[in-house]
């Protein structure tokens, strides 16, 4: 499994956790997701490389900006 971070501003609570998760689990590869909205931190496990900008594009999906840490 290969792990990808991302630092993700705009969320404040829970159901923008929810969001960001809704969006980022349509990503061919995602196999785990952790979102925390009291740190910013977006991690994802993956059984593949994944393509930057879609996580970033299903970020911006649920309302929020992502970049790669």
Do not use: K, N
Not at 3 to 10: P, R, S
Not at 25 to 43: H, Q, W
Not at 57 to 67: C, L, N, S
Request: charged share 25%.
């Amino acid at each position: 499994m290969t792990v990808f971070e991302y630092q993700v501003t705009g969320m404040t609570c829970g159901h923008c956790e929810l969001s960001v998760r809704e969006e980022v689990s349509e990503i061919p590869g995602v196999t785990s997701i952790d979102v925390s909205a009291a740190t910013g931190r977006l991690v994802l496990g993956a059984d593949r490389e994944l393509d930057d900008q879609a996580v970033i594009d299903a970020v911006e999906e649920a309302g929020y900006v992502a970049q790669r840490r």
